[in-house]
């Protein structure tokens, strides 16, 4: 379809991620799919999260709502980080307001060594209802010209999950792994970094035309443990892929040149502690940025969040070219409406 590839040329998502300046600052939110949405709630009553993620019309269906809603600049995959683990063969669950929860966590050598003897090609050889779904999103969103981004967990955020068998504050079991058996830890991200990867490839394969890698938990290490023990693992799910890649993370400020991942990733995702033209001072004139909102002033008087809106859109003109988002995900219980007005403001800017 060589008119919908054109168009998607032309998307300002897609501009920006090559470092072009669109006239409008595109944006999407991460999480816009999901409890926020009515519809979304109604859609999911009944089915398990990580069924839901694994039936193609189901979740095709549930991508596009927040593109009709609200008329952001791109879809993102309706999927878990969790996803490929599963389809690893990995007992997980999602439990309602926790999180991922493993059958067996994963934290000696021994354990490391069973869960790494399943050959990530066996995620790839799974994942046909990943495709299927990226098939049926891709053929609704391109007509219109909007790209659909693909995403992965980052080898640490999964592992902040796996090893500790569910949900952390600080992630303790993951980061002592690190230090306390080396070869155990580079042997689990490692491996980690191939299933993201083939999660990652299955959707490019199916048509996403970005991918984003999720590192959610990443700013709750020193900034040299990131370089020795992270960076390097989340480059090799990375690395020449044939699509751009956005790399976000909480609370990375310390760090945010590195997660540039060497320039492998066209742009940084921000969280909102660092104000944007700060950050562009620091990943410098090769790198877009995403961000930054504060997902807590979505509760807050709309004056009070229009200013901080056009502040955010401002600074990001420090960078070399910006993508509007949140600082973190759309909190539950965010009024949608709310959500639609900040697109159309953020377009009118
Ligand atoms: O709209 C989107 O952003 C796309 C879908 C998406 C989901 N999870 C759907 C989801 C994406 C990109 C993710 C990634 C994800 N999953 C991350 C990284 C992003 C981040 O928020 O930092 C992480 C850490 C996870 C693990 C996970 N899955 C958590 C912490 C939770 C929340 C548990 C809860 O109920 O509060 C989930 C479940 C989940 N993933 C939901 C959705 C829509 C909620 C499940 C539900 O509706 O019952």
């Known amino acids: ?109 021994e354990d ?18 990943v495709r299927e779904a990226v098939r049926l999103t891709v053929a609704e969103l391109s007509g219109a010209g909007t790209p659909l981004i693909g995403f992965a967990g980052a080898p640490f955020t999964l592992a902040a999950y796996l090893v500790e068998g569910g949900p952390s504050k600080e992630h303790l079991r993951a980061r ?5 058996d080396p070869e155990s830890w580079h042997r689990l991200a ?15 394969d199916a048509g996403a035309s970005a991918v984003q890698l999720f590192d959610s938990w990443a700013g709750s290490l020193a900034p040299d443990v990131f370089r020795s023990f992270v960076a390097p693992h989340s480059l090799a799910a990375v690395r020449d892929l044939p699509v751009p890649v956005i790399h976000f993370g909480v609370g990375t400020g310390a760090f945010l040149e ?37 997902p807590a002033l979505l509760g807050a008087p709309w004056e009070v ?12 003109r420090a960078a070399r070219a910006h993508i509007v988002n949140l600082g973190h995900g759309v909190p539950p219980d965010t009024d949608p409406t709310v959500l639609t007005r900040v697109v159309e403001l953020v377009h009118s800017l």
């Open 1 to 109: 379809m060589p008119d919908a590839s054109a168009s998607l040329l032309r998307a300002p998502l897609l501009r920006a991620l090559s470092g072009d300046r669109p006239e409008t600052a595109p944006i999407w939110f991460m999480r816009q799919a999901g409890r926020s949405l009515p519809e979304y709630r109604e859609l999911r009553v009944g089915t398990r999260m990580l069924d839901a993620c694994l039936t193609p019309d189901l979740a095709a269906e549930i991508t596009l709502q927040p593109v009709r809603r609200h008329g952001v600049d791109a879809g993102i995959f309706f999927s878990d980080i969790v996803v490929p683990l599963r389809l690893a063969g990995i007992e997980v669950e999602i439990e309602p307001g926790r999180g991922p929860v493993f059958a067996s966590p994963v934290r000696t050598a």
């Open 112 to 129: 490391v060594a069973r869960i790494t003897a399943i050959d990530p090609a066996e995620v790839a050889a799974a994942a046909e209802p």
């Open 176 to 180: 002592a792994m690190m230090q306390a």
């Open 190 to 204: 490692g491996w980690l970094s191939g299933v993201s990867r083939a999660f990652l490839q299955a959707q490019i």
């Open 258 to 294: 590195d997660m540039r991942l060497g320039g492998t990733a066209a742009a940084v995702g921000v969280d909102w502690r660092l104000p944007l033209d700060e950050a562009a001072a620091i990943v410098g004139a090769d790198t877009t940025l995403q961000g930054n909102i504060d």
């Open 305 to 316: 969040l229009e200013a901080h809106v056009r502040d955010v859109v401002a600074r990001g």
